[in-house]
């Protein structure tokens, strides 16, 4: 069974860091394709941050140099640190993998966390 277990979430004062981690099981892990995506409530999901296995990044600019987005193949595990919180940053944080080159699922990935929640107090 593939299993993405996501960490770190919790109350934080905006301009504050967090980081948040993802462990992965059942897959390989070095071969896969790895992101965070987030949901407010009365928003959409929307992408975060993704890393492919090579170690390259995507960050939409709403995140673009706050979040950072890195990778241990070896513990299996994907993290997400985020800098200067802000307020509209409050969500659901969910980890997700793609095992392949594409996926057909949600937003491209095959397989997704159950999330967790960080809130940004202003």
């Known amino acids: 069974q593939v299993q993405l277990v996501e960490s770190g979430g919790g109350l934080v004062q905006a301009g504050g860091s967090l980081r948040l981690s993802c462990a992965a099981s059942?897959?390989?892990?070095?071969?896969?394709?790895m992101g965070w995506y987030r949901q407010a409530p009365g928003k959409q999901r929307e992408l975060v941050a993704r890393?492919?296995?090579?170690?390259?990044?995507n960050y939409p600019d709403s995140v673009k140099g706050r979040f950072t987005i890195s990778r241990d193949n070896a513990k299996n595990a994907v993290y997400l640190q985020m800098n200067s919180l802000k307020p509209e940053d409050t969500a659901v944080y969910y980890c997700?993998?793609?095992?392949?080159?594409?996926?057909?699922?949600?937003?491209?990935?095959?397989?997704w966390g159950k999330g967790t929640l960080v809130t940004v107090s202003s």
């Open positions: 890393i492919i296995s090579d170690g390259s990044t």
């Open positions: 059942g897959i390989t892990f070095r071969l896969n394709t």
């Open positions: 997700a993998a793609r095992l392949g080159v594409v996926s057909t699922k949600s937003f491209g990935m095959d397989y």
